[in-house]
């Protein structure tokens, strides 16, 4: 099923919810229990951020020193997505002013001396000025404005916006920033947290490839499997094996889990996130060119219940399924949609604890 911003609203402030308040407060006086999250999706699906949005809305955000520490990958961050510019401005056959082809070559000289995924990358100050004249460039923008045809970065223009900001010497991360920055997971993540008088523990893995394999040794005791699928990746290859389809994957990799008898006791959430990404790329990029069985119309809502009636094909147990289109750098809406998948697992995880 569903949800949109506007119904979570509602569902949240309703009888049912304050009746599930109820029993929150009998399970706060009654038990301690630690209700457990398993968080998992595919490389580059947002759910990191997800992970992020739990740390602000519910342990009171990042201390200064925590923002700091992202300040090398939102750098690294502005490095990647201007070379992917360039290089495909490049194949566009663009051409650049002079002006413009001297502070590129100036950003390669830098380029060559950094490798992106370094600790210590930082850009100077008038590094930054430069990327931000080639960001502007008439050449640059028309790129940008074909973004859908070549691999770039989500972050792209939210960084390079502010690359001047971000350049300067004594830059601080914002929180938005951070939620905006594409950080990889490695490993296995943990955060605990209160939320309506319910304490959770949400563990947050490696998408890529070579990180699922952790994932087992996370799978016990789960109350909730949140799986996280970006919409966009509708058109877009794995980038760990081109030959495989981004959503067929997400498609596959879902069914594996939810069929799984590990999981036949936790509620199942699908969060199919960058929903605002999705709705801009099927201007250009039409459902049925990558889903041949699709014969909807090129709409946001008749492709988003395309997505979601093909992972619910996949669910034996519906009353357990819960799925919600979500944009994780969007803090107020996030915050609704947990509240909603919280309420979910009061439902029906609740019950087996003897609570009614």
Not at 299 to 309: G, L
Request: aromatic share 10%.
């Amino acid at each position: 099923m569903g949800a949109s911003a506007g119904a979570l609203k509602r569902d949240v402030s309703s009888t049912n919810s304050r009746r599930i308040d109820a029993a929150l407060a009998r399970q706060h006086s009654d038990s301690q229990k630690k209700f457990k999250i398993l968080l998992l999706g595919g490389s580059e699906c947002g759910k990191t951020t997800i992970f992020k949005q739990m740390r602000i809305l519910h342990l009171n955000g990042f201390s200064e020193e925590m923002l700091c520490m992202y300040r090398t990958t939102i750098h690294s961050n502005a490095i990647e997505a201007m070379n992917q510019l360039i290089k495909a401005c490049a194949e566009f056959d663009f051409r650049h002013e002079i002006s413009t082809k001297e502070d590129i070559q100036r950003f390669y000289a830098y380029h060559r001396t950094v490798i992106p995924e370094e600790e210590n990358v930082m850009i100077p100050l008038g590094i930054a000025r430069c990327m931000e004249r080639i960001w502007n460039s008439n050449q640059i923008q028309a790129t940008y404005v074909r973004r859908f045809q070549f691999p770039l970065l989500d972050c792209a223009k939210y960084v390079l916006d502010d690359i001047s900001r971000i350049g300067e010497t004594n830059y601080v991360p914002t929180t938005q920033d951070v939620l905006n920055c594409r950080f990889r997971t490695v490993g296995i993540t943990e955060l605990e947290f209160e939320h309506k008088r319910l304490f959770f523990q949400m563990v947050d893995v490696g998408g890529q490839r070579n990180e699922r394999r952790k994932w087992i040794h996370v799978f016990d005791n789960v109350d909730m499997l949140m799986y996280v699928c970006a919409l966009s990746d509708f058109d877009m290859q794995d980038p760990e094996d081109p030959s495989m389809n981004r959503m067929m994957q997400n498609f596959e990799i879902f069914k594996t889990l939810v069929v799984s008898e590990i999981f036949k006791k936790a509620s199942i959430v699908l969060f199919l996130n960058k929903h605002d990404i999705f709705v801009e790329k099927l201007k250009s990029v039409p459902l049925m060119r990558c889903f041949h069985n699709y014969n909807g119309d090129n709409t946001e809502d008749d492709a988003c219940k395309f997505v979601q009636k093909t992972f619910a094909h996949y669910v034996h147990r519906k009353h357990r399924f819960y799925s919600f289109t979500t944009r994780a750098t969007d803090t107020d809406l996030m915050d609704q949609v947990f509240s909603s998948a919280v309420s979910h697992i009061v439902n029906h995880n609740l019950r087996a604890t003897g609570i009614n």
